[in-house]
């Protein structure tokens, strides 16, 4: 079975500090990755994807095979990047279904 | 941006009947949907893969004949909480798979048994 582990469930920091998240997964092929972001009383929502390299709010992650990681960082934390977080890497190889880590709650004081 | 949709968005029942609740991609078709369950201030978990035109497949200890999953068309799929108990109250979350296999989510259904 697919695994994924984000070990902290609570990361806080002041506004413009340097955030990491981190995430471990357990897949035996080639990963396809993603972040996901759920903002008070709103639905999950994509943040990133590792295949397209891109930076969405200034957040960036970077696969490492070697160490089996994806950690979600951005140089300068602001406020309104409070949230919870959850790494998910493939909980298969069909069908597109991920395997959600436990989550990740930011908190980005003032 | 692709959109999902839930209905209803809450729902109070009564032990022993059953609810369905709908998920329906607005803007997309979507051939593959998720069923996720959220506990409070838990991630989720994935109960079922819904396939457009075939049997939905389920995660292991998901009883199959308790949650039905329809998915009767390339933008809708339904999953029907059947003899609804309080341990099934819960926060029921869909989601659509795009192209690239990103997944898009509704804004999930509080169902409530009393």
């Known amino acids: 079975a697919q695994r994924v582990t984000q070990p902290e469930k609570l990361l806080s920091v002041f506004k413009g500090a340097p955030v990491e998240l981190k995430c471990n997964y357990s897949y035996s092929g080639s990963p396809e990755l993603f972040w996901y972001v759920q903002y008070s009383r709103q639905r999950l929502q994509l943040l990133l994807r590792?295949?397209s390299r891109e930076s969405i709010k200034g957040f960036t992650a970077d696969l490492n095979k070697g160490e089996t990681s994806f950690h979600l960082k951005k140089p300068f934390a602001q406020e309104e990047d409070s949230a919870m977080y959850y790494c998910?890497?493939?909980?298969?190889?069909?069908?597109?279904?991920?395997?959600f880590g436990q989550g990740t709650i930011l908190t980005v004081h003032p | 941006g692709a959109v999902v949709s839930q209905h209803p968005s809450w729902v109070i029942c009564k032990s022993g009947t059953s609810v369905k609740i709908e998920c329906r991609s607005l803007d997309f078709q979507a051939t593959t949907m998720f069923w996720y369950r959220q506990f409070p201030k838990q991630s989720l978990m994935l109960m079922a893969t819904?396939?457009?035109?075939?049997?939905?497949?389920?995660e292991q200890g998901v009883e199959k004949d308790k949650f039905l999953i329809n998915h009767a068309s390339l933008t809708l799929s339904t999953l029907t909480v059947t003899s609804a108990h309080p341990e099934d109250s819960s926060f029921y979350i869909c989601?659509?798979?795009?192209?690239?296999?990103?997944?898009?989510f509704g804004p999930g259904t509080r169902l409530t048994v009393t």
């Open positions: 819904s396939n457009e035109g075939s049997k939905a497949t389920y």
């Open positions: 989601s659509a798979r795009a192209l690239l296999n990103e997944q898009y």
């Open positions: 590792h295949i």
């Open positions: 998910a890497p493939p909980g298969g190889t069909s069908y597109g279904k991920l395997t």
